[in-house]
Nanobody, 115 residues
Framework: QVKMVESGGGLVQYGGSLRIYCVAY????????MGWYRQAPGKERELVAS???????NYVDSVKGRFTISRDNAKNSVYLEMNSLKPEDTALYYC?????????WGRGTQVTVSS
């Protein structure tokens, strides 16, 4: 099992920056894939960014060039650096991991971007 807790969300103005954090309560060294999903009210959950254990990264087109995902295996943590934020980035952001053929989710951290 992989328990994860997110933090760092908040209210930010249009064009601002925010960094959100995910800490896992176990070693993430062997976790194949970790990343961030988000869900806005009335919309489906979408994958924002993912990072493999070998370091390869993927992003949804709408955040490319603005968001950066990283992981620190020594700290059992995954981060999402978000720049040039837009109101459409407003959502509940969930940390997730894919390990031993199962998906795990945190409870989310709210990011709100005001126009």
């Amino acid at each position: 099992q992989v328990k994860m807790v997110e933090s760092g969300g908040g209210l930010v103005q249009y064009g601002g920056s925010l960094r959100i954090y995910c800490v896992a309560y176990r070693s993430i060294f062997s976790i194949d894939r970790m990343g961030w999903y988000r869900q806005a009210p009335g919309k489906e959950r979408e994958l924002v960014a993912s990072i493999l254990s070998r370091g390869a990264r993927n992003y949804v087109d709408s955040v490319k060039g603005r968001f950066t995902i990283s992981r620190d295996n020594a700290k059992n943590s995954v981060y999402l650096e978000m720049n040039s934020l837009k109101p459409e980035d407003t959502a509940l952001y969930y940390c997730y991991s894919y390990y031993n053929l199962r998906h795990y989710w945190g409870r989310g951290t709210q990011v709100t971007v005001s126009s």
